[in-house]
């Protein structure tokens, strides 16, 4: 049997239609086919717990780990009391600062800095740089100070409730650049 088309789109679409319907018969039937349940039950899988008859015929010997000759320790590093080896520093530049918070806007970082003021009087909080001048604004605990004073300085202030986060840094002025 042969039947004509007026168009080959007209073919090609019957073609189309005919493999779509196909594709959707064969997966009704799969899916149909999963959905009924086996006459067979299945039977979960025991474990095997006899033992091994090879097991009970080795003799194990007991075994003793040997003692090795212990490497000697390093030698100590200079005495230093513990507080003023965390501090030592061979930096003797005075442009370090304690920074307690970083912030996008200058405003921000001023009411922070505010805020730390009113909480700690004795607190020299300043904001870095000045207003307009950068893209990050830090509310600066102290500046201009050694490696080692900072340390001290940020160890004291986080002791004493300023925020655990607060870090040292060294701080470089840029020419040209806000």
Known sequence: MTLAFKSPAARNWLIGAG??????????????????????????????????????????TERHRIATKAEEPPPPPPHLPEAQARYNSTDRATDWAVIAATYYSWESAQRRAD?????????????????????RYYVLVGEG????????????????????????SKLIQRTGQP
Do not use: M
């Not at 100070?145 to 040292?168: E, F, I, M, S």
């Open 19 to 60: 493999i779509l319907a196909l594709v959707f018969i064969v997966a009704a039937e799969r899916g149909l086919r999963r959905n009924i349940p086996d006459s067979k039950p299945q039977r979960a899988a025991v474990p095997d717990f006899r033992p091994s008859p090879i097991a009970e015929t080795i003799q194990t």
């Open 115 to 135: 805020s730390l003021k009113s909480h700690w009087p004795d607190c020299e909080c300043t904001v870095y740089p000045p207003q307009g001048e950068g893209t």
């Open 145 to 168: 100070l050694k490696r080692n004073d900072a340390d001290r300085l940020r160890d004291r202030g986080t002791a004493a409730g300023l925020p655990p986060d607060t870090y040292v």
